[in-house]
């Protein structure tokens, strides 16, 4: 079982659906971290979480440390948010980074 | 905002050639980069964590001898993959964070065919 599970694999949505990843993990983090990775390969960190919640734009990102679980959330989606979403931790006892597998994301006009 | 380049972003080498891949933090100074390494339709792998000044730290699986890196400065860090094979093509990524442990900057990535 992978220390860091994505759900769902794969997302279809129509423009302006609210779109939910999820992301579980079994590890005690130090922080996690939401990632978007375009078509072309670049990378981006939407957010850096310890607690609580951030919103940016019409990304929010949600973390739940006593259930070890984390959500990001799209309200409005659009398909320019077409990407693969990577959760990522950090782990707090040997301080490696662990990856989730991604969730593919794309939204249809 | 903070910016990390990387170099190239693609090439083609032939089989037992070397290839360095660059990693330049372009407006602030990365005490730590990180090089990992996506093989199609799976998500990133760490490779290794690169301190400045120090030896990187490999994970486990990674040959260090084949994998080079080198931390000279705080804004450059490379990776030299020695002797390429085939199936060390691969997609590879490094990332750069500041003192101040803001949000982790990735570059865009090399691509690299090894024929």
């Known amino acids: 079982k992978n220390e860091v599970e994505q759900s769902p694999q794969n997302l279809t949505a129509q423009e302006g659906e609210f779109i939910t990843i999820n992301c579980s993990y079994s590890?005690?983090?130090?922080?996690l971290h939401w990632l978007q990775q375009h078509p072309g390969g670049g990378i981006v960190s939407l957010f850096m979480?310890?607690?609580g919640k951030k919103k940016h734009g019409r990304l929010i990102a949600t973390i739940n440390i006593q259930e070890k679980h984390s959500s990001l959330h799209i309200t409005a989606s659009h398909p320019r948010d077409s990407a693969v979403y990577i959760c990522?931790?950090?782990?707090?006892?040997?301080?490696?980074?662990?990856f989730g597998a991604g969730t593919r994301l794309t939204v249809k006009p | 905002g903070a910016v990390v380049s990387q170099h190239p972003s693609w090439v083609i080498c032939k089989s037992g050639t070397s290839v360095k891949i660059e990693c330049r933090s372009l407006d602030f100074q990365a005490t730590t980069m990180f090089w990992y390494r996506q093989f199609p339709k799976q998500s990133l792998m760490l490779m290794a964590t690169s301190n400045e000044g120090s030896k990187a730290t490999y994970e486990q699986g990674v040959e260090k001898d084949k994998f080079l890196i080198n931390h000279a400065s705080l804004t450059l860090s490379t990776l030299t993959v020695t002797s390429a094979h085939p199936e060390d093509s691969s997609f590879y990524i490094c990332?750069?964070?500041?003192?101040?442990?803001?949000?982790?900057?990735f570059g865009n990535g090399t691509r690299l065919t090894v024929t």
């Open positions: 990522a931790v950090r782990s707090r006892i040997d301080n490696d980074m662990r």
């Open positions: 590890v005690g983090i130090s922080a």
């Open positions: 990332s750069a964070r500041s003192p101040d442990r803001s949000p982790l900057h």
């Open positions: 979480l310890s607690s």
